[in-house]
C-alpha cells in the first residue's frame, strides 16, 4: 500500500515541551511482577504500521504489549489498538482508563459485574479487568482525544533503547462493558478443585488448593472493581523463577484482610504451609505494612469509605462468609449509587 492512498495526512509529533521523568522511576508497564522489555515491541509516537496506522497515544498495557490509540490514514481516527504481535492480544491487563472512574462512577460496571454470575449457573467466568470490553467513545470524542494529546504531550521516560510513556485517560463510551473469554466457565452443581483464574485474581481457596464454588466470581466482582477505580493494584505480587510467589501473595492477604478464621484454615488443603495448628502464621514470608486505606489514598471520589465497605463484604477469607450475587448487588452503597445516577 503507498502513502498515496491517504487520505489524511500523519501528524508531526513534537520533540519538546513534554516531561522528561526519572529513568530510575519504574511506571507503567515497569511496575508488572513479570515485566521484561524483551517481551514489548518499542513503539514511538507518531510510528506507522502497516503503512495505514499511526501510533498517536500509549492508552493501557499488558504483560507482553501496550496498547496503543491508532490513526488510520486511510480514514479516520479508531479506538484503541494493541500493539505487539497478534498472539499478545489477549494479554491486556490495565489501563489508566481505571483512574478516571471514581466509586461513584463504576457502580454501573459493577452492576452488569454482579448480574453475570447472578444469572448464569457457570461459575467463573474469568471476571477480570482485561476481559471487559468498553463501548468506544464517538468519533466526535476520539477526535477531541486526539487533539488534546497534542496540546499536553504525555510524559516519558527516555531509555537508551526504548521510550515509556506515560498514558493519559482515555474516554470511555456510553453504555455498559461486554464480558468476553468464557473459556473458564464450570457448571454450577458440580464440585471443582482445579487451578483456575490468573495469579492475581485468585481467591483465597484457589491458592490454597481447595474446592471452590461460584463465590469465587465475587472474589473476582472485587478485585475487579477495585481495578476499575484505583491506579494501584491491591496486590504486588512477587515472581521468582518465572514463577508467581504464592507465599508472598498470600502475605499480602493477610495484611489486607487480617488473620483467617479458623474454620477456613482447616478446610483449605494448604494452609498448614503459611500457619501452624493453633492459626498462628508461620513467618515463611514477612506480612508487609499494606491496607485497603493505604492503597486507597489516591481513589478520587465522594464516597471512598463507602466503596471500601462494599468490598471487604467481597474480598473475605471464606468463601461462605462472602455474600451471593444479589446481596451484594443489592448492599445500600451500590443502591444508592444507582439511584443517584438515575435522578442525574
Keep these: 500500500m503507498s502513502s498515496s492512498n491517504w487520505k489524511c495526512s500523519p501528524r508531526t509529533f513534537p520533540t519538546s515541551g513534554f516531561e522528561l521523568l526519572d529513568p530510575r522511576i519504574k511506571i507503567e508497564e515497569e511496575r508488572l511482577p513479570t515485566y521484561s522489555p524483551q517481551k514489548y515491541y518499542p513503539v514511538q509516537e507518531g510510528e506507522i504500521f502497516n503503512d495505514r496506522y499511526q501510533a498517536i497515544a500509549k492508552v493501557g498495557f499488558g504483560v507482553t504489549s501496550t496498547v496503543w490509540f491508532a490513526r488510520d490514514l486511510l480514514q479516520h481516527s479508531r479506538p484503541p489498538s494493541l500493539s505487539g504481535p497478534p498472539s499478545s ?62 496540546t499536553r504531550p504525555a510524559p516519558r521516560k527516555v531509555l537508551q533503547d526504548q521510550t515509556i510513556y506515560t498514558s493519559p485517560p482515555f474516554p470511555a463510551g456510553d453504555g455498559l462493558p461486554l464480558l468476553g473469554d468464557l473459556g473458564e466457565a464450570r457448571f454450577g452443581e458440580e464440585e471443582q478443585c482445579d487451578n483456575i483464574m490468573p495469579e492475581y485474581y485468585r481467591a483465597p481457596e484457589v491458592i490454597l488448593k481447595s474446592n471452590w464454588d461460584y463465590k469465587v466470581d465475587i472474589w473476582s466482582v472485587g478485585m475487579v472493581a477495585w481495578d476499575i477505580v484505583s491506579p494501584k493494584t491491591i496486590i504486588d505480587g512477587k515472581v ?7 507465599g508472598a501473595h498470600i502475605a499480602e492477604l493477610v495484611a489486607l484482610l487480617g488473620r483467617p478464621s479458623p474454620e477456613f484454615l482447616k478446610k483449605a488443603n494448604m494452609s498448614w504451609v503459611f500457619w501452624d495448628e ?5 513467618n515463611l514470608v514477612p506480612i508487609p505494612d499494606r491496607s485497603f486505606e493505604k492503597l486507597a489514598a489516591d481513589i478520587q471520589g465522594e464516597d471512598v469509605e463507602g466503596f471500601l465497605k462494599w468490598l471487604r463484604l467481597a474480598l473475605q477469607w471464606n468463601p461462605e462468609d462472602r455474600p451471593t450475587a444479589v446481596e451484594l448487588l443489592m448492599d445500600p452503597w451500590l443502591m444508592k449509587g444507582l439511584k443517584l445516577r438515575k435522578k442525574t
Excluded at 240 to 246: A, E, H
Design 89 to 150: 492480544g489477549d494479554e491486556y491487563i490495565r489501563s489508566p482508563t481505571a483512574q478516571t472512574w471514581p466509586p461513584n462512577d463504576p457502580r454501573r460496571y459493577n452492576l452488569f459485574l454482579l448480574y453475570r454470575p447472578s444469572c448464569i449457573s457457570n461459575p467463573n467466568k474469568d471476571l477480570q479487568l482485561k476481559n471487559l470490553l468498553l463501548p468506544a467513545p464517538s468519533p466526535e470524542v476520539l477526535s477531541d482525544f486526539e487533539e488534546q494529546v497534542f
Design 240 to 246: 521468582v523463577d518465572d514463577t508467581w510467589d504464592d
Design 278 to 282: 493453633s492459626g498462628n502464621w508461620k
